[in-house]
């Protein structure tokens, strides 16, 4: 079955430091997308960052990155100087190529992330 | 460059009525999906439109009806409606999945936030 897990419900930083939010995934597939969404409050979901599973290289976006570790079956975030506006929920999401080809992606359960000053 | 939409923001119900939630995507997108993200838990995958049909659904019962009109928008009904069904509705918006695209961005609308009592 696929899945997304997400261990730490919620997660404490201090302004100016990096966190790392956890993220598993099961599949069977040898092609998969993963990704991670931010979302505030207000609703939202904000795309930060895409990992494929062919890709050599962890992807990074501005003080975003991903830890891929494809034999470990693990995609972490990696929040780099973090800010007060940082803190939300935070998504992990796999992408499953299936017959369909429709894409649905499959969430965790989300990990909640506060930045204090 | 408007992004996805959605309508109504808020939406307070009671037991056995039905509700319409509406979307457009974002501009140049020809696919809807759409996912309910229950309180504190991640999105669930609904279904998706493409081409006004039903690509796929996910495990949600025939209470939960959609519909997608020429230019992509998209509406989302729900029938005989349960205090289960109170939730964060979102829609997200993408090009259909090519079998040689390596990457595309679904991209998510502010949501409508349903309440039924």
């Known amino acids: 079955a696929q899945k997304i897990t997400q261990t730490q419900p919620g997660m404490f930083v201090q302004e100016k430091e990096a966190v790392t939010l956890d993220c598993t995934y099961d599949?069977?597939?040898?092609?998969?997308?993963l990704f991670w969404y931010k979302q505030p409050s207000s609703g939202e979901m904000i795309f930060l960052i895409y990992?494929?599973?062919?890709?050599?290289q962890n992807a990074t976006e501005g003080r975003y990155s991903l830890n891929f570790q494809k034999a470990r079956k693990s995609a972490n975030l990696v929040i780099s100087a973090s800010q007060l506006g940082d803190s939300a929920m935070y998504f992990c999401?796999?992408?499953?190529?299936?017959?369909?080809?429709?894409?649905?992606?499959?969430f965790g359960q989300g990990t909640t992330l506060q930045v204090k000053p | 460059d408007a992004g996805v939409t959605q309508s109504p923001t808020h939406l307070i119900k009671t037991r056995g009525q039905q509700v319409t939630l509406r979307c457009s995507p974002k501009?140049?997108?020809?696919?809807v999906s759409w996912y309910q993200q229950a309180l504190g838990q991640g999105p669930q995958f609904i279904f998706q439109?493409?081409?006004?049909?039903?690509?796929q659904r996910g495990n949600f019962p025939d209470r939960f009806s959609g519909h997608q009109f020429p230019n992509y928008s998209s509406e989302l009904n729900v029938n005989a409606l349960l205090l289960g069904d109170s939730a964060l509705y979102l829609c997200?918006?993408?090009?259909?999945?090519?079998?040689?695209?390596?990457?595309?961005?679904?991209?998510f609308g502010p949501g409508t936030r349903l309440t039924v009592t």
């Open positions: 599949t069977s597939d040898q092609s998969y997308g």
């Open positions: 997200a918006s993408s090009l259909f999945l090519r079998l040689d695209g390596r990457h595309y961005e679904q991209y």
């Open positions: 501009s140049g997108h020809d696919t």
């Open positions: 990992q494929g599973s062919y890709d050599e």
């Open positions: 439109y493409y081409e006004e049909e039903e690509r």
């Open positions: 999401a796999m992408r499953v190529h299936d017959s369909s080809n429709t894409g649905k992606l499959i």
